[in-house]
């Protein structure tokens, strides 16, 4: 059976997305096995940044070669591995790109880079978190690749990879698995590595608010856990928050695992970036779940490359999702006197 998306007017988005973002886990993956934790200096973000730019390269080339008009918004650039002081850090990211595109230079690959540095809104352009969940991937823990189209404003196309997810939640680690998401044709899954057929996935079908199963950073500086335990307790939900890395969370909602991954703002300050949701929305939204601000409103992708009419980010299976914003209304979480 083909893939679902061969028919559709976004094939060739869709093939050239998917192809870019296995590539980009696989230079990940390479990357991160290569770090002994032993040897690994607490400060040494090094690892992180190589996949980092190595990620962006390849899946902007890929973009640039296919589609040389769309402009990419996203989380790189490449004017610090220029920096003299930085060189054997470029050399590292050549490396790894080359041995994927062979004979790929240090100018090309800082030029593809580049190609992912767009700020402004367009009519149609792609975002881009080359390594969402930076701390994740250093952690050996949970990271994603986050590519997503935006035509007009709406997200018509994700692709979210995540190398260290299972095809369920486990635990531990898992071997990787690829979201897929067009809009109007479901959320489906596939393997990272090997060619196995997309499988359809979708929110739970959980109406009960006190047997709701959230999920929310590792990183307390990222989301307010204390206002998350408060909400669980108003609420009466009993299970323990699964706290995972990056936009793994969604795709934990969109396969049914969780009815929510809450983002739960910790001041009225920080505007949540474009990279860090597009992907992942389009995955829950297209399970059948739902997914606004803390107030209540639609997330608004036409504003740059920063969520400026949003605070913070409610994820829920649908079902959910008024008792959840009710229940932060009353609480006071996302109002703040400043
Ligand atoms: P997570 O892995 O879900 O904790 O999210 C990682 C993302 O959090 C990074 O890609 C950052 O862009 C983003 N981030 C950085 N600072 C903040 C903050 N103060 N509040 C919310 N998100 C943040
Ligand atoms: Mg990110």
């Not at 002994?36 to 690892?47: Q, R």
């Not at 829950?284 to 779940?289: D, L, S």
Request: proline content about 4%.
């Amino acid at each position: 059976m083909p893939a679902f998306w061969k028919e559709h007017q976004l094939a060739a988005e869709m093939d050239t997305a998917l192809a870019a973002v296995r590539q980009a886990g696989l230079l990940c993956r390479e990357v991160q096995a290569e770090i002994d934790p032993g040897a690994l200096a607490k400060d040494d973000k090094s690892p992180v940044t190589v996949a980092d730019f190595g990620s962006q390269a390849l899946i902007c080339r890929a973009l640039g070669e296919v589609f040389p008009g769309d402009p990419v918004i996203g989380e790189e650039d490449a004017a610090v591995l220029q920096e003299a002081d930085n060189a054997a850090m470029l050399e590292r990211v050549v490396g790894h790109v080359g041995a994927r595109v062979a004979g790929s230079d240090a100018q090309q690959v800082c030029r593809w880079i580049d190609r992912g540095n767009a700020k402004q809104y367009s009519d149609r352009f792609w975002t881009l978190d080359p390594i969402d969940g930076t701390k994740g991937f250093l952690r050996g823990q949970q990271y994603a690749i986050a590519l997503a189209l935006v035509v007009h404003g709406r997200l018509e196309l994700a692709v979210l990879g995540c190398p260290n997810l299972g095809t369920t939640l486990a635990a531990d680690r898992g071997d990787g698995t690829i979201l897929v998401a067009i809009r109007g044709q479901g959320t489906w899954q596939m393997p990272l590595i090997g060619e196995a057929e997309p499988v359809r996935v979708s929110v739970s079908t959980q109406t009960d608010a006190s047997q709701i199963r959230f999920c929310e950073s590792v990183e307390a500086a990222h989301s307010a856990h204390g206002d998350s335990a408060r909400l669980a307790k108003r609420l009466a939900i009993a299970a323990e928050p699964a706290r995972l890395d990056s936009q793994a969370k969604y795709a934990v909602v969109a396969r049914g695992e969780a009815e929510a991954y809450l983002r739960l703002p910790r001041d009225n300050k920080y505007r949540e970036k474009i990279w860090d949701h597009g992907a992942g929305v389009l995955c829950v939204t297209e399970a059948g779940g739902r997914v606004t601000d803390v107030p209540g409103a639609d997330l608004d992708f036409t504003l740059g490359y920063r969520l400026e009419n949003n605070l913070g980010v409610v994820v829920s299976n649908g079902p959910q999702h008024e008792a959840l914003l009710q229940a932060m209304t009353d609480l006071g979480i996302g109002r703040f006197d400043d």
